[in-house]
């Protein structure tokens, strides 16, 4: 008998602690599950990013601007805090401009191309950058808007215009440039993302005192602001 209800006490506490196991178990992961987030912190605050891009330039009155082309550049960025970030920017756009002068052609002033000259354009911008998602992307992505202003500096120097008079050869010199665009980072890990913007940039076209003679035909050139828009595309470093 004793035997007997020694067994049944041992069994009594044996399903006691089983019971309490089965529970403490099955509570645990209710507890503990966690609904996946598309957010994901950004590690780190700098980044330094290299870049190729196209310009589409807009030449400007009486094509005498840099023509499009093909460009490359480096970016430092410093997030000062959760959304805003400072960068600086360097772009180099390797490319040519038209030599325009003015010819009588059957008794009318116009503006005449005579060929094509090297032109290399340099920026140097400063921008800040606002983040969409602040300091974490979305599924790896974060976009941003961004905006900053700068120089334009021809870095060529002045080229050999032989043919043309003096009143018609036309320096770009060093501009102001405003920046206004889009762009995103994508995350392939906590220290490097692909980097990717669409850029508007704003400069003014001074064509030569020649261009802007009142009797040239079709019309006087005049100073006009442009539009230059970049898309670019990079790989950038955080640390």
């Known amino acids: 008998m004793r035997k007997t209800a020694g067994r049944r006490a041992l069994r009594r506490r044996t399903l006691l602690v089983a019971s309490g196991l089965a529970?403490?178990?099955g509570a645990t992961p209710a507890h503990a599950q966690?609904?996946?987030?598309p957010y994901r912190f950004i590690e780190f605050g700098q980044d330094l990013a290299?870049?190729?891009?196209y310009v589409a330039t807009d030449r400007g009155p009486a094509g005498i601007g840099p023509a499009p082309g093909l460009a490359a550049g480096?970016?430092?960025t410093l997030r000062i805090n959760?959304?805003?970030?400072l960068s600086a920017r360097f772009l180099f756009l390797p490319t040519e401009r038209a030599l325009v002068d003015t010819a009588t052609v059957n008794g009318t002033l116009r503006a005449v191309r005579e060929g094509t000259a090297d032109f290399d354009l340099v920026?140097?911008?400063?921008?800040l950058q606002f983040t969409l998602t602040g300091a974490r992307s979305w599924h790896g992505i974060a976009p941003h808007i961004l905006a900053g202003g700068g120089l334009a500096v021809e870095a060529s120097g002045r080229p050999a215009e032989p043919t043309l008079g003096p009143d018609s050869r036309y320096k770009f010199a060093n501009r102001f440039t405003g920046e206004l665009g889009v762009g995103a980072t994508f995350f392939l890990?906590?220290?490097?993302?692909?980097?990717?913007?669409?850029?508007?940039h704003l400069w003014e076209i001074r064509p030569p005192?020649?261009?802007?003679?009142?009797a040239i035909e079709p019309g006087p050139a005049a100073s006009r602001w442009t539009h230059n828009f970049e898309f670019s595309a990079g790989i950038a470093h955080f640390f």
């Open 209 to 214: 005192r020649a261009l802007g003679d009142p």
């Open 34 to 37: 966690r609904i996946p987030s």
């Open 189 to 200: 890990s906590d220290r490097w993302a692909i980097r990717a913007a669409v850029l508007d």
């Open 23 to 25: 529970l403490a178990t």
């Open 74 to 76: 480096v970016q430092y």
């Open 82 to 85: 959760d959304p805003m970030a």
């Open 123 to 127: 920026t140097f911008t400063l921008r």
């Open 50 to 53: 290299l870049f190729g891009a």
